[in-house]
């Protein structure tokens, strides 16, 4: 049997090709078929559901409403989710703080933010009140679900009836929605926003919760939220004893707080209250004869003329307290009591004394503000003057305005010298000569130099060139290490603010603010520890439980020491007693403290401590215009005296550390034995014998004599020489001029 030879692989795969064509084509024809018969049976089964005439009409109408409709609700949908996300929160507890301030003594001294009490039951409010606001804002809160058609159907027959808005449409549980999670934008959007969100409301919370929220949260004028802030900010009285004049008065106000707000139009309060107890009349609630004696007597409020408050004190208090509650150690009541260590009649005394001085002085010197920060040793702040007046201005230059120091700034350079060098004491030898980094060239105030002095004399005199030579003791021949210690030690010590690396940064270059410098000087007078500065002993809750008290959350942190901050205050009560502070001395308390007078008289400082209290105050110009030669030892010492005379009444004086309270203050020489540093030369420059430069040239040649036998040690010139000075400083070629 003859075999056939073997077919190709590529006629099999035409024929295979071939054979699915065919298939394809066949079903294809087969499937038209039967779709065409299923199509002709579907239609002859739809002859019968066809409608003609108002039938059709109605059906196309009604299948275009639906489509429509479900497009409308999708938009409304997507115009609503953003006000949705704002119930993913705790929207139960509102976010802004609502704090009554205490003084020392607890006495109330004023309030800041959220003027709101919701410490309140439903219960605890007065029938009249409740009738008030349900006849005014929403007659059928307890029959509709949020949205009531037919109160806003009404409401738009009376608006369109009085030619303008004489009725609202939203029922309360919309103005509820609005007050939590929206604005006051009158848009399209908000209104969606706002019916979705009531309808959610009426879904999660009872109608008594609703509107128990509602009397809580609603603005009322004068800065109160709430019913409860109302009576108390309009009336001076708890919410549970309002009347049924001062309950319409109230209810008056939640269409338009301002334009009803009886502090500021009374008449138009007063007529606004007449309609709502007729409102209470037509809803049923009281009868004619129940509201006439309302009407003839109407509700008077207290005059909230402005008092006198200490304003920047609370200011910055109330920043102090959302600090805290932002580190979430308050807990979630965002009404709280906050007992402050504020002295009530130290901050009056201090702002008159501030606004006499500018009176008295501020043409003389052209000088227009200041400011004045006091405070205990450990950081508790009594006053606060941020200025001489905040109605005009509410920028606190006491805590917000960055100014330069002067030379304020020294004893930070000297306690950093004094730390990384055990050997330099008061009595050490320092030269006072010509010293140029860079470009820059440092002079004294009275542009001459004076030879060798005792470190001591050189910071009472507020030499220019010894900080500036220290800086490059500090770091071992590299000015900018040396001053980068200097920060360092001045951060340490409680300047929050970044301070400028720059060559004059010794003497006072670098910014900072009053309430700082006066926290820093506070770390000599307490001993070496941080004062971190603080407006808040004891803070309660809604409910009266203390939920914050200062001894326990802080703990002083040592930052120099011992021997450091004795020998500083040392020399800084010279400062006072011999040198350029004079003027603040205490009679019988013994003081310390730096002046400071910066480039061109622009701003002029003393800054200064007793065992007791610290000070700072700080003269200038808002623009920043100099000053007709200014110094720190001139107002600026005068104001802190007269402060810290009156702060000390009542007080139980405390020595400073390393400083007697009285008699003659003794500092240990280098070789351990006591010197007196009182001299007779003193005793006659201070009885007023000597003149200044006479007391200046025998002190430093008595310490010429003291250096020679003792061999102190001493920072010299060969050690700081131009040519250590870092070639990477660029500075202008002029000669700045730091005072004293």
Known sequence: MRQHPPTPLSTRLKRAALGFDAWLNSTLFESRRLLARGWEGYSEKLKCLRFRGAPRVVLDLTSEAVTLGAAGSVVMLALALPAFRETESDWLKTQDLAVTFLDRHGKEVGRRGLHLDDSYKLEDFPDYMIKAALATEDRRFYEHWGIDPIGTFRALLVNAQGGGVVQGGSSITQQLAKNLFLTNERSLERKIKEAFLAIWLEFHLTKDEILKLYLDRAYMGGGAHGVVAAADYYFSKPAKELTLAESAMLAGLFKAPTKYAPHINLPAARARANDVLRNMVEAGFLTEGQIQTARRNPATPVNRSRETTPDYYLDWAFEQVKALAGEKKLGDDRVLIVKTPLDSNLQRHSEQTLENMLRQHGRQYKVGQGAIAVMDVDGAVRAIVGGRDYGQSQFNRATDALRQPGSSFKPFVYAAAMTTNDKLRPNSTVVDRPICLGNWCPQNYGRSFSGSMSLTSALARSINSIPVRMSLEIGKGNAKAGRAIIIDTARRMGLTHPLTDSSSLPIGAAETTVIDMAASYAVFANGGRRAEPYAAWEIRNSAGEVIYRRDKAVEPKQVLEKHVVEDMNFMLNKVVEEGTGRRAALEGIRAAGKTGTTNGYKDAWFVGYTGNLVAGVWYGNDDFKPMNNMTGGSV?????????????????????????????????????????????????????????????????????????????????????????????????????????
Request: net charge neutral; glycine share 6%.
């Open 636 to 740: 600026p010492a005068m104001t802190w005296h007269d402060v810290m005379t009156v702060a000390h009444q009542n007080l139980e004086i405390r020595p400073m550390p390393g400083l007697e309270p009285d008699g003659a203050a003794k500092v240990a020489s280098s070789n351990g034995k006591s010197v007196d540093q009182t001299s007779s030369i003193a005793q006659s420059y201070l009885a007023g014998t000597l003149s200044r430069r006479s007391y200046e040239v025998l002190g430093d040649l008595g310490n010429l004599f003291q250096s020679a036998a003792r061999s102190a040690p001493t920072i010299s010139a060969a050690d700081t020489s131009r040519a250590s000075a870092p070639a990477t400083e660029s500075v202008a070629a002029v000669r700045q001029v730091a005072m004293p």
